[in-house]
């Protein structure tokens, strides 16, 4: 009788992090309960000291402020008339200003029914609010005229306070909470809170001064606001060209005169003076001739392109301009990004962004190396955090991580178990015993976690190259060599699984451990596994910017590889929507 074999069970997939629908909290009513009791029961003591009576007040009031008759009392009786009008807040704004202002019963932002010439200040700063990535509309408030009544004076303290303390959160801690944008975004929760803020306000010698140190005063914070105003000033003179534009040599296409303007735009004059007599007998026809096609050589060599002479997708992505208002958008998105991260990223620091496919070691706030990098395909995006370099391992083994064990080696070793024998690969069970592939019946792994270790031997085949460089993290995101060295060479490196793979990963090791390349190079020459701790640890930033400032201070653009841009877009927008049913 024939034994019936058991079908294998089903492979079910590691999923990748998700992105979210970015859920606002609505604006809340703020509760001032508590003020309006404070000023009756100021109310009650006033009256017994000056021996009125009021037959409906209990013999006994409970004081919850050491008040008198002399002190704040315009306040006070202004603070009666809060229940006669509704005034909304973000999240706990509302309680934190309820707070305050019950520790503190008096008016701060005005003096003898005007405004202080402080709250001026503040108002103008407001004003200003576009100029560094938020928006004005956010904190407009309108002045007491002249002669006002109580009720205009206590609400215009309010919203005063209100408005303040909201400016400072989104300046400091921007208006997005990125957690709540995708599974890739990983951010600490700010400690800066809304009742921190309205108390340094309010004990700041300056409001203004404080509220403009709010935003990240580091300087790529101050070249983007510096973008972003000369974006906003900047006329539209943009050259653009159609989509989907491909010229051959030879070729007739009409699009070529606006890819010469470009050029003529874009060039540096040493190029242009280069090709002068083919510029100037240019008389905008639609033919490729050679003349035109050596210039476009030129022009691709410059941009650091394969100077093939053909004008496709990458020649025209470095010569058309961007609109402003796309720069703008992009410069704006780049500010709220940076609030997610410390106020200073360090005078020692690696940068790395995915955008750019680039990565930078920074000392003393200068670029002492920069290099390529490839970063996750789209499938396997690069998650979004900062964190600390502590060590860098030589001649690294590569742990398997289960989602490329179940996802992508699973399916073949169940056509072929000997598959990670036969390609260097350890297998271990979860006690650490040591086993072959071929002897596990893998029909039967794959139910969500596979009861099994894998790891690669150091080697020249070995997917982490000759060394990595740690900084722990949930992600499992580290950087590292790579045996790929041909891919440095494409423009587009989303390609890995979600590390960061280095071009030059000896000067980056170098550069982080603080000592010399030839150091580095002894230790992978030992061609032993072994690692070396940081003397100090250094911040790293994996980060995602679509503009970010070169080393001269010049804003670049890049494309979105992931299409965040977007999803923060909507949650921007979702913020803006919410703010602007205010009462």
Excluded at 104 to 124: M, Q
Aim: aromatic share 8%; glycine share 6%; charged share 25%.
């Amino acid at each position: 009788m024939r034994r019936s074999i058991a079908p294998p069970i089903e492979i079910k997939k590691v999923s990748a992090p998700k992105y979210f629908v970015y859920n606002v909290s609505g604006l809340k009513k703020v509760n001032f309960a508590p003020l309006i009791a404070l000023s009756s029961e100021a109310k009650a003591v006033d009256n017994t000291q000056t021996g009125v009576v009021n037959e409906n007040q209990p013999a006994t009031v409970p004081i919850t402020s050491e008040i008198t008759h002399f002190e704040n009392q315009e306040f006070l009786d202004a603070a009666a008339t809060l229940g006669t009008f509704d005034i909304d807040a973000d999240g706990n704004t509302g309680k934190a200003i309820v707070a305050h202002y019950l520790a503190n019963p008096d008016f701060f932002w005005l003096a003898d029914g005007r405004p202080k010439f402080g709250t001026e200040l503040v108002l103008d700063l407001f004003g200003k609010a576009d100029d560094l990535g938020l928006m004005a509309s956010d904190y407009e408030i309108e002045l007491p005229g002249d002669d006002v009544d109580l009720q205009t004076l206590i609400q215009f303290e309010m919203n005063m306070s209100l408005k303040a303390t909201r400016y400072a959160l989104d300046a400091r801690n921007g208006k997005i909470n990125p957690n709540k944008l995708s599974g890739y975004h990983d951010f600490p929760k700010s400690k800066f809170t809304a009742l921190q803020a309205i108390a340094e306000i309010a004990s700041a010698i300056s409001p203004s001064a404080y509220l403009a140190a709010s935003s990240p005063g580091n300087a790529k914070f101050m070249q983007l606001r510096a973008t972003l105003i000369k974006l906003r000033k900047e006329s539209s003179d943009v050259i653009t060209i159609a989509e989907g534009t491909l010229i051959k040599p030879g070729e007739s296409h009409d699009e070529l005169p606006n890819v010469i303007a470009a050029i003529r735009k874009k060039a540096s004059i040493k190029l242009l003076q280069r090709h002068g007599e083919a510029l100037t007998a240019y008389s905008k026809t639609s033919k490729f001739t050679n003349d035109l096609v050596a210039l476009v050589k030129g022009f691709q060599k410059e941009v650091k392109l394969n100077p093939d002479g053909v004008v496709g997708r990458n020649t025209i992505s470095r010569l058309i301009d961007l609109a402003p208002q796309v720069k703008m958008n992009r410069v704006r998105l780049a500010m709220e990004r940076l609030r997610w991260h410390p106020r200073s990223l360090g005078s020692r620091h690696v940068f790395v962004n995915q955008p750019a496919y680039r990565a930078q070691y920074i000392q003393s706030g200068e670029e002492k190396l920069t290099m390529r990098v490839i970063v996750g395909k789209h499938s396997n995006q690069t998650s979004f955090f900062h964190d600390t370099i502590e060590r860098v391992e030589y001649n690294p083994y590569w742990g398997v991580p289960q989602s490329i064990i179940i996802n992508e080696m699973l399916p073949r070793l169940r056509a072929d178990p000997s598959y990670l024998d036969r390609r260097g690969y350890e297998v271990t069970t979860l006690s650490g015993q040591q086993i072959s592939s071929s002897s596990v019946d893998w029909r039967t792994v794959g139910g969500g976690v596979v009861p099994f270790n894998v790891r690669q031997y150091p080697g020249r085949k070995n997917a982490l190259g000759e060394l990595k460089i740690l900084f722990p993290n949930r992600h499992a995101i580290y950087m590292h060599d790579t045996p790929s060295r041909g891919l440095f060479r494409r423009e587009r490196r989303a390609l890995s699984h979600g590390c960061v793979r280095l071009q030059n990963p000896r000067g980056m090791a170098a550069a982080v451990l603080g000592t010399t390349v030839s150091h580095v190079s002894s230790k992978v020459n030992l061609g032993k596994n072994n690692d070396e701790k940081l003397k100090v640890q250094i911040p790293v930033y994996i980060a995602y910017f679509t503009a970010w400032p070169d080393k001269d201070g010049e804003v670049e653009y890049f494309t979105d590889i992931y299409g965040r841009d977007k999803h923060l877009t909507k949650a921007i927008s979702k913020v803006a929507s919410m703010r602007g049913k205010e009462a």
